[in-house]
């Protein structure tokens, strides 16, 4: 199909029936009528606060170009248009009320139009981060810029959260999220508008802050989207849900809003979809997989228990942290030896504290571990086993029994098979297949999948953030491009967010498509 382009002339008329005609129009050739050099002109017209679309016909003896400004005579649109034949045209299909086709762009298109400003908000949000449950000026921009697009927004939900509702008539509600917090790590892009905000963080340090994990285009993500689908409103039917999320982060902000009655405040939505910046994966590509996406995520504290004293007289003691070296080698028996080897699983002893000096036998030893997992069944299987071997430890040690505190972050993300079965499509239309990744399962955590555990269908995917150069340089000089949460990652954001807004835009018209 023809892609047809706005002709972005804004024409008033003198009062008819006791109102303004305006319009906003389209024009491309009719294509039985070529030879009579005629045109159909796709219109919004207001009349007073009336608004209808009909069909108006050029008469003979005029072409529009695809750019719709000038006929082959040389005469400019609004010449043509002003005359009162014309005017009676549009008069008389708006009391019949023909119905047409709005004129709107597609997604790929209006993200391509608009690049110049959501790269505004882009850079906005980037140069001016803040962290988890701090959100406060994140908040309040991306609230502005949805309002602007005309959508209704709701502050203050589970701390800095905010929700945006567009409804279009009845049909399903469709929930969009962007996670709105920024990571204490101090850029070093050298990119023009890079962050230069410090802050302190909760142990009163002072710490750089920056996007360093892609939410600055997810927010941007969420503002063409939702301007797009407020200006095209002839192509979906249904509720548009949109949520800025804080604190992802922290794995918390997700449930902050949930337990704030997000779901009983606002109607629960049907479907939820999200996206995240690869940095790996080309610019102009995507990657999802249906079923288990990303891992459940625990955190583990042991507290090993001992008695302190000299270290040349180490029969008088119980050592914590031998208790601990030994606890060490005994965690990873658990993944090897305890979990069905199809079962992907991690245990990682992050840090070890324990002591004070050469000579001294300390009283206590602690370890940090992070616990990944898909499943809820082996995820119980390495907590229970972690605990156990604990206490294993300690009572051959003949210590006291030790302190185990488990924190369950976020739970796994599972991409509905169904809503996965019917997107793939929509996404091979838009970008081709060889454009589409089967992307591997994630021991990273997102807590997106807070809200599909509230029970509804989620799919989150890969948003391409590199470009094929600048990953093919990095090949070259045998490097690996910087990951997320590096101060040194950054996207290539102008192709990374027409491909963002066009992917899921295009989800939503299908999830929304009028029946």
């Not at 882009?122 to 140069?127: A, G, P, T, V």
């Not at 209704?152 to 589970?158: A, C, D």
């Not at 905010?162 to 050298?190: C, F, H, K, S, Y």
């Not at 969420?222 to 407020?230: E, K, P, Q, S, T």
Request: contains cysteine; aromatic residues 6%; proline residues 5%.
């Amino acid at each position: 199909m023809e892609s047809v382009k706005w002709c972005r002339v804004l024409t008033t008329f003198s009062t008819l029936s006791g109102g303004l005609i305006s319009r906003r129009c389209c024009i491309r050739p009719h294509p039985t009528s070529i030879k009579n050099r005629c045109a159909h002109l796709r219109c919004i017209l207001s009349f007073g606060t009336v608004r209808v679309s009909g069909l108006m016909f050029l008469g003979d003896g005029y072409v529009v170009t695809r750019h719709g400004t000038v006929n082959e005579q040389g005469q400019a649109m609004e010449t043509v248009i002003k005359t009162t034949g014309y005017l009676l045209r549009i008069w008389i299909l708006w009391l019949a009320a023909i119905p047409a086709l709005q004129a709107a762009e597609e997604p790929r298109q209006w993200s391509e139009t608009h690049l110049d400003e959501l790269l505004a908000f882009y850079r906005e949000f980037h140069s001016q981060p803040e962290l988890s449950f701090r959100e406060v000026n994140t908040a309040a921009r991306l609230a502005a810029a949805w309002q602007d697009c005309g959508v209704e927004v709701t502050r203050g939900v589970g701390g800095y959260g905010i929700v945006g509702i567009l409804e279009n008539g009845v049909g399903p509600v469709v929930m969009l999220r962007a996670d709105t917090d920024a990571l204490p790590v101090t850029e070093q892009t050298g990119l023009p508008f890079a962050s230069t905000v410090k802050t302190l963080n909760e142990g009163g340090a002072e710490v750089g802050v920056m996007h360093a994990c892609g939410h600055d285009v997810h927010m941007t993500n969420l503002v063409g989207v939702a301007c797009y689908l407020a200006a095209s409103k002839s192509l979906w039917k249904g509720t548009l849900m949109l949520l800025g999320q804080p604190a992802e982060e922290r794995g918390a902000g997700a449930r902050a809003m949930l337990d704030d009655g997000l779901f009983e405040r606002f109607p629960k939505p049907d479907f939820g979809v999200a996206l995240h910046v690869s940095p790996v994966m080309a610019t102009g590509r995507i990657g999802y997989r249906p079923g288990y996406f990303m891992a459940n995520v625990d955190s583990v504290d042991i507290t090993l228990h001992g008695k302190g004293g000299h270290g040349a007289y180490p029969h008088a003691t119980i050592d914590p942290v031998l208790q601990a070296a030994q606890l060490v080698l005994a965690l990873q028996t658990i993944v090897s030896r305890e979990i069905n080897p199809i079962d992907p699983a991690v245990v990682t002893v992050g840090s070890i504290h324990g002591g004070t000096k050469h000579n001294i036998i300390a009283d206590t030893a602690r370890l940090q571990l992070t616990v990944r997992s898909f499943s809820d069944k082996v995820r119980q299987q390495l907590l229970a086993a972690i605990e156990r071997k604990a206490r294993a430890v300690a009572s051959g040690a003949g210590a006291p029994e030790p302190d185990v505190v488990v924190d369950k972050g976020t739970p796994s993300l599972f991409n509905d098979p169904a809503l996965a079965a019917r997107l793939g499509p929509v996404f091979e239309d838009l970008l081709g297949k060889e454009h589409i990744e089967v992307s591997q399962q994630s021991m990273g955590g997102e807590d997106f999948s807070q809200y599909g555990r509230a029970g509804i269908p989620t799919l989150m995917y890969w948003l391409g953030g590199v470009s094929q150069e600048r990953l093919d340089a990095y090949a070259a000089a045998g490097e690996r491009p910087p990951s997320l949460h590096s101060p040194l990652f950054y996207p290539d954001v102008e192709a990374t967010l027409v491909t963002g807004v066009s992917t899921m835009a295009s989800t939503v018209l299908e999830l929304l498509k009028p029946e």
